[in-house]
Structures are given as C-alpha cells and as structure tokens.
C-alpha cells in the first residue's frame, strides 16, 4: 500500500466497514443514459460552503448539479453574535435557513456526513453515499476541549464558549444580563490559529457595554490570554480606556505564569499568578478544523488543511477544496469576510474544471469590523493573492488611535451593510 493510499484507507476509518455496500443516494450516471452532469459536492453551509453552492449553481445555469451537505436547519451566525452580545440585535435576526437557496435548485441533504471515501469520490452519509466529481470542503472548526485542563463539553453548560453559533451564545447572553453589580467576568482566551482573531476582544467589549448600561459601578473582566498580543490591540486598549476605564484587566502569559486550568464545579479559573471565583467564566479553547477534514486526512500536524493559494485546492487531493476556517490561507485570518471571498475564488475554479468557463487568477479579501462601544467600531483588512506557496496580503489596512467620531461610526454602517450582503450571498 502506497502512503496516499494508506492516507485515504485511514481517511474512511470514520466510515462504519459497510461503507463499502453503501447505496449511492443519488445515482451516478450509467451507460445507455444521457450524459450526467458533472457533480459537486459542498460539505457545510457557512459562508465558505453557502456560498460556494450558490454561486456554482446560479452561474453554471444548470450545467453543474449542485448538493450541499448542511445538518442545521436553522444557521445562527457566529459573526454579528458578538452585536448580539451586546444587545444591538436579536437572536432572530443572526439566525437564517436555506429555504431560498432549496428553491433556486441546490440539493440539501439535512444532515451530517460522517466520512469521505476519496478513492471512490464520495460522501458518506450514514448508510448512503453521495458521489462527486469535485468536492468543497467548509467544515469550519472543531474545538479542542482539553487545551484547557479541567474544560469538556459537559463543562461548557456551566462555563459557555459560544465559539460556535446557537445555544452556546443564548447560555452566555443569559448568565450575563443576570450578573449584578460587584460581578467577576473571566474569559479564557485562546492561542494561535482560532476562528476570528479580533472576536474575544470585541466580545469583551460587548459585555463592559452592556455592565456599564446596567450601571455597574465595581463590576470586573478578566481576560487570561495564552498569546502575548492580539488583534487590533491597541485600539481596543485605547477604547476601554476611554468608554470603560479600570473595567477590563487583559493578562498575558507573562502577567499570569500560566493558565492551570478551570474548575465548572466552583466556577473558578487557576492561574499560576491568582485563582479567580467568577460569576461568568467564557472559555474559548484551542481550535482544529471540523472534525470529519481530519478524519478525511485533509488536515496537517496543525490540525488545518493545506490549500494551494492559487485556487484553495487541498494539497492532499485534486478534487477536493478547502475553504474558510478549515483552511490553512496563509495571511487571511479566519473569518467569514475570508471564507466568502475563498468561496468565490473556488466556485470560479470549479466552473472552469468542471464546464470549461473562464478563470483568472485568484483575488481574495478581507475586513474584519469590531464595535468597541455603541458607534464607536475599528477595523482591519486586506487584499491577498498567491505569492511564493501562500496567501499574501499585496495591500492591508487598519483602524488608527484617536480618530474622529464620524470615521468610528461610518465604520459601524459599513459592518452592518457588509452583514446584509453576505448573508444575502449565503441564503438569497
Ligand atoms: C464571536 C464571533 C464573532 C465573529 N465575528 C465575525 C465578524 O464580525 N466578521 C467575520 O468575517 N467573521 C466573524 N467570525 C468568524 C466567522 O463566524 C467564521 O470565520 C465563519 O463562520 C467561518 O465560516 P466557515 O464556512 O468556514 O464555517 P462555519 O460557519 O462554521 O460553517 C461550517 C458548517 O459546516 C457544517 N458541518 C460541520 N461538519 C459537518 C459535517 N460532518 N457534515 C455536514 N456539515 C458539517 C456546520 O454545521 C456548519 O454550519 C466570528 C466568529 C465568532 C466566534
């Protein structure tokens, strides 16, 4: 056995050993018949995956068939959750479903896919198997529970991450509008490569916004972070300063000796430095890419797919895409700004490979918006393309101290537009 076969031999060890009598779901095209489509395949509908599906199946007119694997019938946005957070929107309207984008003509299959079989090119869905000729990739990410010692998944009912949309971010809105005043907040937050780089800080943000609404007067946050620096830091030390001053403490590695870990049963957070007894604990653990890309053996020792930065092909399968936060994209943070333009770039790939359409050479970009206090919001961004193995950043921009008031506010609309459109991308 070669080692890329061995690879995908081990890529199916999810699959229960009957994959291999498995009843394709939707048959492929057999002699006699008319010529079948070319298939493709989308696995996740987040921006990465929505996206993708959508603008394949508007573009190709017909000429692809287009399923989307997605179990969640109801998609609440991670991104906005933070605006959420801080009581400028409701739960309702982060929350979308596929109705639109069933009834423009892709094919949803409402569930989870438990494995790939890449020699057979298809997706196994329980007991049945859904063939392809390309397949994208969008898990997003899976987290590690025992990055922090003392945290699981059990332990997130009392100490709530809400790193992944829904329920998680209900549990965490709720236990904060409980807390009275003299309340502790700790948040754990998490090391390098995570989901939205600036999203804890934004989200601290959120909850001294909403103490300071509520008139706390002796209220704290603690932030004990396994990174010595973070995201668009001094913009939003300058911002607590200015809108919640003596409210926030952030703790380096250095300041804290260490995270020891975290105890659900007291609430409590040990660091070498201090034990903190919280009202509200956010743990936000170490992250890998959605678990069935590494039982696929898509990812690295990373725990992230490496892609081809000129088209988010994953080095380790031609017919095969990787995009958004399951993606290892060089310079291009992961956020659903990133996965969106990825998306793009891979239903033009796939147009071409799969129908003949015209290609150009990959263009990507971001910006990642955060409101520090009510109009008062920063950003950061970029334009990427190929470059020497990764995804470069050819041109980057970001928020500067002491701006005017109007720049910070325009700031926010544009959040709030880019929101509207991207999710206009995602579910028509
Ligand atoms: C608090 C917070 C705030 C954020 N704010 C912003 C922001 O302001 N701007 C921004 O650009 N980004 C923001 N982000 C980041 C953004 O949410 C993610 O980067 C984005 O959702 C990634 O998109 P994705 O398509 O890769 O993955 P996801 O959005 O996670 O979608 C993956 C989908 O795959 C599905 N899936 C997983 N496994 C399987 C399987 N086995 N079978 C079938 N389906 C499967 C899941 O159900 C899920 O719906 C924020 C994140 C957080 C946590």
């Known amino acids: 056995m070669t080692d890329l076969t061995r690879r995908k031999f081990t890529g199916l060890a999810g699959a229960s050993l009957a994959a291999a009598a498995t009843t394709p779901l939707y048959a492929p095209a057999v002699l006699g018949q008319a010529k079948a489509k070319p298939k493709l395949v989308v696995l996740g509908g987040g921006p990465g995956g929505a996206t993708v599906a959508r603008y394949v199946n508007r573009e190709a007119a017909g000429a692809i068939d287009v399923t989307m694997i997605e179990p969640t019938r109801n998609y609440t946005t991670c991104f906005f959750s933070n605006i959420y957070v801080g009581g400028y929107r409701s739960f309702q309207s982060i929350t979308h479903n596929y109705d639109k984008v069933r009834k423009e003509g892709v094919r949803i299959v409402p569930t989870r896919a438990s494995a790939i079989d890449r020699d057979k090119k298809q997706v196994m869905v329980g007991k049945q198997s859904i063939p392809y000729d390309r397949l994208v990739m969008a898990p997003g990410i899976d987290l590690k529970w025992d990055s922090v010692p003392g945290y699981s998944e059990a332990a997130s009912q009392t100490m709530p991450h809400a790193w992944k949309p829904g329920a998680q971010t209900q549990l965490l809105v709720r236990r904060l509008n409980a807390l009275r005043d003299g309340a502790l907040i700790v948040m754990v937050a998490p ?29 704290k946050i603690i932030i004990v972070d396994y990174k010595p620096g973070f995201s668009k830091q001094p913009l939003f030390i300058e911002g607590w300063e200015r809108h919640y001053p003596g409210m926030i403490e952030w703790q380096d590695p250095k300041m804290h000796g260490g995270i020891k870990g975290v105890n659900p049963k007291t609430n409590e957070v040990i660091t070498d430095l201090a034990t903190y007894k919280a009202q509200l604990v956010n743990v936000i653990p170490a992250q890998t890419a959605g678990q069935i890309a590494l039982s696929a053996n898509l990812a690295d020792k990373s725990g992230f797919c490496p892609i081809d930065p000129a088209n988010m ?27 969106n333009s990825q998306a793009k770039v891979v239903a033009m790939v796939v147009r071409g490979e799969l129908t003949g359409a015209k290609t150009f050479p990959a263009r990507y970009s971001n910006t990642c ?29 970001v928020s500067k101290p002491g701006e005017p008031a109007d720049i910070r506010k325009q700031n926010y609309q544009e959040s709030v537009d880019w929101y509207r459109g991207i999710v206009s991308d995602m579910f028509g």
């Open 191 to 219: 090391p390098n490569p995570y989901r939205c780089p600036p999203g804890p800080y934004e989200r601290i943000s959120m909850f001294a916004h909403v103490l300071k609404a509520k008139g706390h007067k002796k209220s």
């Open 313 to 339: 092909k994953s080095k380790m399968d031609a017919n095969i895409f990787v995009i958004g936060d399951a993606s290892i994209a060089g310079e291009m943070p992961k956020s659903a700004f990133s996965a």
């Open 369 to 397: 918006w955060s409101l520090i206090e009510t109009d008062d919001n920063i950003k950061i961004g970029g334009a990427y393309e190929a470059q020497a193995g990764i995804i470069k950043a050819s041109s980057t921009f």
